[in-house]
């Protein structure tokens, strides 16, 4: 099935530091979700975006939602140790279709 | 508040047994949805129920694979017989009729078929 692309597939940043990722596709979805995963879990909700153009923060998180509405971005800042899992974008068509597209996630690893 | 409660959280069997897979939903979500994640394709949708009725099970693999939702507050997944590739981790997520896209997904199930 479709899988939305993410980028970067893997970061390796120290503590501190800010995290930038962003996800696209070749179709238009009508809501975006961003969803963190750690091992051995399921994925946890972080950001819903609803609006193309919508920016929207969760403490140190912000997403963005594309203003193509084929792409969002997700910001942390002053990574924390934490903050080390795996990162998928999520994508909804709306109209009735409740189906979630993912993506292919980022990996998160904070160095010492 | 409880979150979404899976059993078992770990199955190992051999290939052509019967596996059962349990789910229960967050109370007061209608819409349940059972995924499968591998390495290899990532997250994927098998089927979703709203208000207990099955809605979209085009994802399911094959005909091994059966969904049930016989009351809001149980649904499973039954691989019968299981085969080496449907090793994988199966999730089990719900959401609100309000906000349908606001997935929370239970701990999944990692399956293993010898």
């Known amino acids: 099935g479709q899988q939305l692309n993410q980028s970067p597939q893997s970061m390796f940043i120290q503590e501190g530091e800010d995290v930038s990722m962003n996800c696209t596709s070749s179709?238009?979805?009508?809501?975006w979700l961003w969803y963190k995963q750690d091992p051995g879990e399921g994925p946890v909700l972080l950001i819903a975006?609803?609006?193309?153009?919508e920016l929207t923060s969760n403490g140190r998180l912000t997403a963005q939602f594309g203003i193509t509405r084929k792409d969002s971005f997700l910001n942390i800042s002053a990574s924390i140790p934490s903050d080390v899992g795996i990162y998928f974008c999520a994508g909804q068509q709306g109209f009735g279709n409740e189906k979630l597209t993912f993506g292919t996630g980022t990996r998160l690893t904070i160095i010492p | 508040d409880a979150g979404v409660i899976q059993s078992p959280r770990h199955e190992v069997t051999e290939m052509g047994q019967e596996v059962t897979l349990r789910c229960k939903p967050i109370s007061g979500h209608d819409y349940l949805f059972w995924y499968r994640q591998t390495m290899m394709r990532g997250l994927e949708l098998l089927i979703y129920f709203n208000n207990n009725v099955p809605i979209d099970d085009s994802g399911m693999p094959e005909d091994r694979f059966s969904a049930k939702m016989p009351n809001a507050s149980f649904s499973t997944l039954k691989i019968q017989p299981s085969e080496p590739r449907d090793s994988a981790v199966y999730f089990c997520?719900?959401?609100?009729?309000?906000?349908?896209?606001?997935?929370?997904f239970g701990p999944g199930t990692r399956l293993t078929v010898t």
């Open positions: 179709s238009i979805f009508n809501t």
């Open positions: 997520a719900s959401s609100q009729t309000v906000s349908p896209s606001e997935q929370y």
């Open positions: 975006l609803y609006k193309a153009g």
